[in-house]
């Protein structure tokens, strides 16, 4: 089955412990996405990537790093200098060769600091 | 700055009814808008796109209008029922080259029985 691979689930970080989200598509999509979701929030923009080895920042990348090294991969880093990682986070990927295309989503981590 | 805005209050209707959600925006001019829907502690699942230049898409019990001059979506489900309870989210994307999704905050809708 082609899709779109989150892990873990849930995820807990000590306060000052960088946490790495792992991301896997085989779908064959050139663009992946990370999001993070706030309780009643919408889905805010963290890094995406267009291509493999580039990536750029989205509106709240600050706290965060990412890697392209793999078409199929796209991990999120959580480091301690984000203030306030709590939160759902969200993983897509998406087309680029015909226009703008929907976007497949994974299920998601949810990641607490304890 | 792009600002994208939903009915951040639920949206409750009887079983039977349609369903009318609202995506306006200010300080952007999209190409492309998309609406999808999210379970609780789930990812968003998409339901449909529609470009700039269509004013109204459908799909099976869903349909989708785009006014670029009022900067606003409206989706409907009509003849709704208990299954299509959950939060619905509008999305943005330019066609500048930069595949770039913006999402709206979402409107939970629940359908009552």
């Known amino acids: 089955d082609g899709g779109i691979t989150q892990s873990p689930k849930y995820l807990f970080r000590k306060e000052g412990q960088n946490v790495t989200l792992s991301c896997e598509q085989n779908l064959n999509h050139d663009a992946m996405y990370w999001y993070r979701q706030d309780p009643g929030q919408g889905l805010r923009l963290i890094y995406y990537s267009q291509i493999v080895n580039d990536f750029q920042k989205g509106d709240i990348a600050e706290g965060y790093s990412v890697s392209r090294e793999k078409k199929e991969s796209f991990p999120l880093t959580v480091t301690s200098a984000q203030k306030n990682p709590t939160a759902f986070y969200l993983c897509?990927?998406?087309?680029?060769?015909?226009?703008?295309?929907?976007?497949?989503f994974g299920q998601g981590t949810r990641l607490t600091v304890v | 700055s792009q600002k994208i805005e939903q009915n951040s209050e639920a949206l409750n209707i009887q079983e039977g009814k349609t369903a009318t959600l609202t995506c306006n925006y200010t300080?952007?001019?999209?190409?492309?808008l998309q609406w999808y829907r999210q379970d609780p502690g789930r990812g968003p699942v998409f339901l449909l796109l529609i470009r700039e230049n269509e004013k109204e898409k459908r799909k099976e019990r869903l349909k989708v209008t785009f006014d670029t001059t009022l900067k606003q979506s409206l989706f409907h489900i009509t003849a709704s029922q208990p299954a299509d309870s959950a939060t619905y989210l509008c999305a943005l994307a330019s066609n500048s080259g930069t595949y770039k999704y913006i999402f709206g905050t979402g409107t939970r809708l629940k359908v009552l029985a």
């Open positions: 300080n952007y001019s999209p190409a492309y």
């Open positions: 897509a990927s998406s087309t680029v060769d015909s226009g703008v295309t929907e976007a497949f």
